[in-house]
């Protein structure tokens, strides 16, 4: 079950085991391929050795009986395979130059003459010949030494030949194999329990420091990595450690820098407000003055939303922001953001269409303030960035428990490699709109801390939709 999860996991531990383990099982099958052919060759060797030794015995012994007649020559080969004495693990024949079988330790039915080459070599060459393969008769696997008599005046007249089963060799071979290939199947597990102590001494510390390298760069900045190891993974610890830290140094300062500069933006702009809401009531102002007025005063509005978004950022991101909750009529507090931004979007050509129904919402709780905040935003995001399809749909439903809002534009869409990272602050990606980059994100924190959620997508047909989920209770 060990090896079988190691061979399961992926990355670095399954290229480090694959590799490991192959150059291994390579180099274990060479010694045992090259452990059976020594083995193999060893004890072929003796084998052909010992019956050639037992050839040249009988030969030389038969040389006495050379001197006879053929037929005297040939009963006393008849009566020495009749008394030979390992008949159970040799066979010894004596076959004619013509190639038929004279006599077998066999006895007299032993079988038919035999065709191998080595007989014939030994005819011919005068010297003794090996064989080594099937009997062309049995097609059991044998090995066979035959070594050529001759008669006084120099003829061949026949061949000695000793014939036995390879069997119990090559069990022998077959023995050794097995043996060497389980030793390196235990090699190979070894190898594998080792390299997993070793990975895991390696792997732990590294997903440790991934996942909170992933916590960083998610936003936990500060997060510390503590490691036992004093070596390259310690120092890339240290290394990570050092970095959330100056990141949070420095995120610390921007946050702070963001919510003074906020501070003091206020004053002026509510100053500017106010002065530019009082000159506008001056009936004697010519055409020129009152609408470059009216542009001072949108300009000043939409930097006041700016300053309060950049506010809401850093409550955000100190901790500071707070719900109000308290049980909310939400389709009122819909209905009345759809109307009154509804106007407003159709002095600009586009039309805000609120998809009604009859369904029974119940009263949830909730900061009412903060959620019509979260509603203008995506209106207002809808007109800026899909403002160029000249109509936006806005819905409201019921669904498992939860309140579904829905708003979707008709503009160009999201490009999907940006969808994930929308909602993250300073985010613009490829939009040329104006803005901050931090309204989804403030909008996303307030939906969290209702226990919602928030998505985009792209609607089918083009566009943007946007859903806000928020729990009937919470």
């Not at 099958?29 to 037992?54: G, H, I, P, Q």
């Not at 071979?173 to 990975?199: C, D, K, R």
């Not at 991934?210 to 993974?233: C, F, H, L």
Request: hydrophobic share 40%.
């Amino acid at each position: 079950m060990k090896i079988k999860s190691m061979f399961s996991m992926g990355g670095l531990r399954k290229r480090w085991l694959l590799n490991t383990i192959s150059v291994v099982f390579a180099l274990g099958l060479v010694c045992v391929l090259a452990v059976t052919a020594s083995f193999a060759a060893y004890y072929y060797s003796n084998m052909e050795s010992d019956m050639k030794n037992r050839a040249k015995t009988t030969t030389d012994f038969f040389a006495d009986y050379i001197n006879q007649s053929y037929n005297e020559y040939y009963q006393s080969c008849v009566t020495y395979t009749q008394t030979f004495e390992n008949k159970n693990t040799l066979e010894l024949q004596f076959i004619s130059k013509d190639g038929d079988l004279v006599a077998s330790s066999f006895g007299q039915w032993a079988g038919e003459a035999p065709n191998t080459p080595e007989i014939w070599e030994a005819v011919n060459e005068r010297v003794s010949s090996t064989f080594v393969g099937k009997d062309t008769n049995t097609g059991e696997r044998i090995m066979a030494v035959s070594c050529p008599m001759i008669y006084a005046n120099g003829e061949v007249i026949g061949v000695l030949r000793y014939v036995t089963s390879t069997r119990l060799v090559d069990g022998q071979i077959f023995l050794v194999a097995l043996v060497s290939g389980l030793v390196l199947l235990m090699v190979l597990v070894v190898v594998m329990i080792s390299s997993g102590y070793y990975l895991r001494s390696i792997m732990n510390p590294v997903a440790e420091i991934t996942e909170k390298a992933k916590r960083i760069a998610n936003g936990s900045y500060g997060v510390q990595i503590k490691t036992p190891y004093r070596d390259e993974i310690g120092e890339l610890a240290d290394t990570i450690n050092e970095m959330s830290n100056k990141i949070a140094q420095n995120e610390k300062m921007q946050a702070e820098f963001i919510s003074q500069l906020s501070h003091e933006l206020r004053t002026p702009l509510t100053v500017i407000n106010g002065w530019s809401e009082t000159l506008l009531a001056d009936e004697n102002m010519d055409a020129d003055t009152r609408q470059g007025m009216k542009i001072i005063s949108s300009e000043a509005k939409r930097l006041t939303e700016m300053v309060m978004e950049l506010l809401d950022f850093t409550r955000m991101q100190d901790g500071r922001m707070t719900l109000t909750v308290e049980p909310t009529d939400i389709r009122a507090e819909f209905e009345d953001t759809v109307y009154m931004y509804g106007s407003r979007l159709a002095q600009d050509g586009i039309q805000l269409n609120y998809l009604d129904n009859d369904e029974d919402i119940p009263e949830i709780p909730c900061d009412p303030k903060r959620l019509r905040q979260v509603f203008l935003n995506i209106l207002d995001n809808a007109a800026k960035h899909g403002g160029e399809g000249k109509r936006i749909d806005a819905s409201m439903h019921y669904e498992d428990d939860a309140v579904v809002v829905r708003i979707r534009d008709y503009g160009p869409g999201i490009p999907e490699d940006e969808i994930p990272l929308v909602k993250k602050k300073f985010y613009k990606g490829s939009s040329k709109a104006r803005g901050t980059g931090i309204g989804l994100a403030v909008c996303d924190e307030i939906v969290e801390m209702h226990g919602g959620t928030l998505t985009l997508e792209n609607a089918q047909g083009g566009g943007t939709l946007v859903t806000v989920t928020l729990p009937a209770a919470h």
